[in-house]
């Protein structure tokens, strides 16, 4: 059998596994949420005694979350820089570890209320789950990434029942190339993931916005203005998640009670404000199905912010995914309201604003603009608001590089290695490791000799992949754009040889 049959194969398996675990894992956050709100619903004919005791349940939430994350430090947060750390060699974890932590750490902390999303905790319990059954193959390191990066696939489709969405995140994000042997076999655990999910969780759109009107292209230029606004609040959003971060790490707060704040704040707001609790699913469907008026939102949008920003500075297990597509579409919702109001545009192209936003506003936090588009695509169940999702989620990116602000992943995961720099936290070990790199256009290695390269320390060229070809490389051989350079390296010097030829085979010549 072929590799890229046996990894495609794999890939179906991995998809059939992480689909189940992750239809488990929802299933078990939506019963936490209808408990949660019928408590509260209770609370309005109950005695104050309930109430008290229901705020000592949350303390007590907080103090499990704090010692699933001091026995297992890398459930903490979305997961997403975690797999991100693996696939660059720069974070190793025990994957069992991973899949017990971030499952029950997840359901408690979401079913309790926090504004924390699913989608990174599933991107990484696919992970774990690709990464597990990598390893009890018996595979070699190289291929145990390419599983990896299946398995992340696979929770991001099976969490947004959104397979090319699952796939695009995994290479843009995740990996950082198109290889076709990670693409063939990262699509093969997606479709499998996102048709277990639809089998036991229905074949509907995670987001029920119905017959969106085409936007006419006169009203693109609004596109422009909405495109620059997100990009303005998605560096906020950034540089408050980080500042957030910093002032629970320098609180010296012990690990076993970061999340009492958070917990008691969703306690409060329980009462006064619930549509702000868990990830906010519900209140994008209900956006797209009633008017609300603009304090309304004005207020939404403030408190929503916030609370995302203390639950995931306090480190509990879940992520911002879910969370900054709400705020994007409560700033599209409060857009689209002030544009009807002021420019005469017609009511009906409210909902075209908040799609366009959660596009945009992902695109200026995350810097994905490919999977924003594909993965708002999937979601609403519309593919003819393309142009549209490009315009905006492009005039957002744009203004994010112009101020150099850094993808959110990147900067959390640059945290994390920082805080992690001298722990190993599993056993597995491997002398040589083989790194594949895409060539890309006007890099150095563009149009150059293998022998008039100067290639990093301790790294020996194996071999070229361009297309279905397998080059095997001499000193004369002229490498070209969309080769895939296979390269071979020690374990211990893979993350320092991997961002040597990233610069090699990626950044344009000056």
Same mark, same amino acid.
């Given at each position: 059998?072929?590799?890229?049959?046996?990894?495609?194969?794999? $890939?179906?398996?991995? +998809?059939?596994? =992480?689909?189940?675990?992750?239809?488990?894992?929802?299933?078990?956050?939506?019963?936490?949420? #209808?408990?949660?709100?019928?408590?509260?619903?209770?609370?309005?004919?109950?005695?104050?005694?309930?109430?008290?005791?229901?705020?000592?349940?949350?303390?007590?939430?907080?103090?499990?979350?704090?010692?699933?994350? &001091?026995?297992?430090?890398?459930?903490? $947060?979305?997961?997403?820089?975690?797999?991100?750390?693996?696939?660059?060699?720069?974070?190793?974890?025990?994957? %069992?570890?991973?899949?017990?932590?971030?499952?029950?750490?997840?359901?408690?902390?979401?079913?309790?209320?926090?504004?924390? $999303?699913?989608? +990174?905790?599933?991107?990484?319990?696919?992970?774990?789950?690709?990464?597990?059954?990598?390893?009890?193959?018996?595979?070699?390191?190289?291929?145990?990434?390419?599983?990896?990066?299946?398995?992340?696939?696979?929770?991001?489709?099976?969490?947004?029942?959104?397979?090319?969405?699952?796939?695009?995140?995994?290479?843009?994000?995740?990996?950082?190339?198109?290889?076709?042997?990670?693409?063939? !076999?990262?699509?093969?655990?997606?479709?499998?993931?996102?048709?277990?999910?639809?089998?036991?969780?229905? *074949?509907?759109?995670?987001?029920?916005?119905?017959?969106?009107?085409?936007?006419?292209?006169?009203?693109?230029?609004?596109?422009?203005?909405?495109?620059?606004?997100?990009?303005?609040?998605?560096?906020?959003?950034?540089?408050?998640?980080?500042?957030?971060?910093?002032?629970?790490?320098?609180?010296?707060?012990?690990?076993?009670?970061?999340?009492?704040?958070?917990?008691?704040? =969703?306690?409060?707001?329980?009462?006064?404000?619930?549509?702000?609790?868990?990830?906010?699913?519900?209140?994008?469907?209900?956006?797209?199905?009633?008017?609300?008026?603009?304090?309304? %939102?004005?207020?939404?949008?403030?408190?929503?912010?916030?609370?995302?920003?203390?639950?995931?500075?306090?480190?509990?297990?879940?992520?911002?995914?879910?969370?900054?597509?709400?705020?994007? =579409?409560?700033?599209?919702?409060?857009?689209?309201?002030?544009?009807? !109001?002021?420019?005469?545009?017609?009511?009906?192209?409210?909902?075209?604003?908040?799609?366009? !936003?959660?596009?945009?506003?992902?695109?200026?936090?995350?810097?994905?603009?490919?999977?924003? =588009?594909?993965?708002?695509?999937?979601?609403?169940?519309?593919?003819?608001?393309?142009?549209?999702?490009?315009?905006?989620?492009?005039?957002?990116?744009?203004?994010?590089? #112009?101020?150099?602000?850094?993808?959110?992943?990147?900067?959390?995961?640059?945290? #994390?290695?920082?805080?992690?720099?001298?722990?190993?936290?599993?056993?597995?070990? *491997?002398?040589?490791?083989?790194?594949?790199?895409?060539?890309?256009?006007?890099?150095?290695?563009?149009?150059?000799?293998? &022998?008039?390269? *100067?290639?990093?320390?301790?790294?020996?060229?194996?071999?070229?992949?361009?297309?279905?070809?397998?080059?095997?490389?001499?000193?004369?051989?002229?490498?070209?754009?969309?080769?895939?350079?296979?390269?071979?390296?020690?374990?211990?010097?893979?993350?320092?040889?991997?961002?040597?030829?990233?610069?090699?085979?990626?950044?344009?010549?000056?």
């Amino acid at each position: 059998m072929s590799f890229r049959l046996r990894l495609f194969l794999e $890939g179906i398996l991995i +998809g059939l596994v =992480a689909g189940c675990v992750i239809v488990i894992y929802r299933i078990a956050l939506e019963k936490a949420e #209808l408990v949660r709100t019928h408590i509260y619903v209770l609370f309005k004919t109950s005695p104050w005694w309930t109430v008290l005791a229901w705020f000592f349940t949350l303390l007590f939430i907080a103090y499990l979350l704090g010692l699933i994350a &001091k026995n297992e430090p890398m459930i903490g $947060g979305s997961g997403i820089p975690q797999v991100k750390g693996q696939l660059s060699s720069k974070l190793k974890v025990n994957w %069992l570890h991973v899949i017990a932590g971030k499952f029950v750490g997840g359901v408690l902390a979401i079913g309790a209320g926090l504004s924390l $999303g699913r989608e +990174g905790p599933s991107v990484q319990l696919g992970a774990a789950i690709g990464q597990g059954i990598g390893r009890s193959l018996g595979r070699f390191k190289m291929e145990n990434k390419y599983l990896l990066t299946c398995g992340a696939s696979a929770g991001l489709a099976a969490a947004f029942n959104a397979p090319l969405a699952g796939v695009i995140f995994a290479l843009e994000e995740m990996h950082k190339n198109f290889s076709p042997i990670v693409l063939s !076999s990262a699509m093969a655990a997606s479709l499998t993931a996102d048709f277990v999910s639809q089998h036991f969780l229905g *074949q509907m759109p995670i987001f029920t916005f119905q017959s969106l009107p085409i936007l006419p292209l006169n009203y693109y230029i609004y596109l422009i203005v909405l495109g620059l606004i997100l990009g303005i609040l998605g560096v906020y959003f950034n540089r408050s998640l980080i500042k957030t971060l910093d002032l629970f790490a320098k609180s010296r707060i012990p690990v076993e009670y970061k999340a009492v704040l958070p917990l008691i704040t =969703a306690g409060i707001l329980g009462f006064v404000l619930p549509e702000t609790l868990g990830g906010g699913h519900h209140l994008i469907n209900s956006l797209g199905a009633q008017k609300m008026v603009l304090t309304s %939102l004005f207020l939404l949008v403030v408190v929503k912010f916030y609370f995302t920003m203390l639950s995931y500075g306090s480190g509990a297990p879940g992520g911002i995914f879910l969370p900054l597509l709400v705020i994007g =579409a409560l700033i599209g919702s409060i857009f689209g309201n002030i544009t009807t !109001s002021l420019f005469q545009i017609e009511s009906q192209y409210i909902n075209n604003f908040i799609v366009l !936003s959660m596009a945009a506003y992902f695109t200026a936090v995350v810097k994905a603009p490919i999977t924003a =588009a594909i993965l708002i695509t999937e979601m609403t169940g519309s593919f003819s608001h393309l142009l549209a999702v490009a315009t905006v989620s492009t005039t957002a990116y744009i203004f994010t590089e #112009l101020v150099n602000s850094k993808p959110i992943y990147d900067i959390l995961l640059d945290r #994390l290695l920082a805080a992690n720099a001298s722990k190993k936290t599993t056993d597995e070990y *491997q002398n040589k490791v083989i790194i594949e790199v895409a060539v890309c256009l006007g890099s150095k290695l563009d149009q150059k000799r293998i &022998k008039d390269i *100067q290639w990093p320390k301790d790294c020996l060229l194996v071999g070229i992949m361009r297309g279905e070809k397998e080059i095997i490389p001499k000193g004369n051989t002229i490498i070209q754009v969309g080769d895939f350079i296979v390269v071979l390296t020690n374990e211990n010097t893979e993350a320092l040889a991997r961002e040597s030829l990233l610069s090699l085979a990626c950044e344009r010549i000056k």
